[in-house]
């Protein structure tokens, strides 16, 4: 069995969202998920306040200062706009064959782009980019494959031509079986 993996829901997210994400994720990667309390009072350590964002890499910064040392990969689960420096925004970030990892649902959501709310393609997205971020910390890089999770994405219509799951070869590179 691969590592655990610890989900730590960042507030003000929904918890239940988050928790909601347990069962496939274990499906996915079978291995064991443990869902952490909410924490909330670590995202106003790393915001940015000229860019109204928040700073994907210092968050992870934080999570591994709480965490860490840990034998499980750790994923903050936040509803808040993440940025690094030199980017507009990020879905998430990961340690590549790491401990932690983050994920923002904020650009998820489609009424952000003035669409109207559907609840089940943001539970899809969001899964989706759980998956990506994850499947960095155990080492699996960009794939080829345009259905692989780890297919990379700068934006949501990249995310909607993708599954929730790994393709063979990501799976085989980290020890999944089928
Ligand atoms: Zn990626
Ligand atoms: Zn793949």
Known sequence: MIAPIRIVPLLPVSSEFVSSLAHPLHSIFQTEIILDLPLDNIL??????????????????????????????????????????????????AQL??????????RLD????????????????????????????????HCKDQECAMHSSTAVEDIDLKSAMLCKNCRDQIGIGD
């Open 44 to 93: 106003t350590a790393v915001y940015d306040d000229s860019r109204l964002q928040y700073n994907s890499t210092d968050l992870i910064r934080e999570l591994l200062n709480r965490f860490s040392p840990s034998s499980s990969k750790i994923i903050g689960i936040t509803s808040v706009d993440l940025f690094v420096p030199i980017l507009t925004y990020v879905f998430g970030e």
């Open 97 to 106: 064959d790491g401990t932690a990892a983050v994920v923002s649902t904020y």
């Open 110 to 141: 489609n009424t952000i782009y003035g669409l109207d709310a559907d609840p089940i393609l943001f539970f899809q997205r969001s899964l989706i980019e759980t998956v990506h971020e994850l499947g960095h910390t155990y080492g699996l890089y």
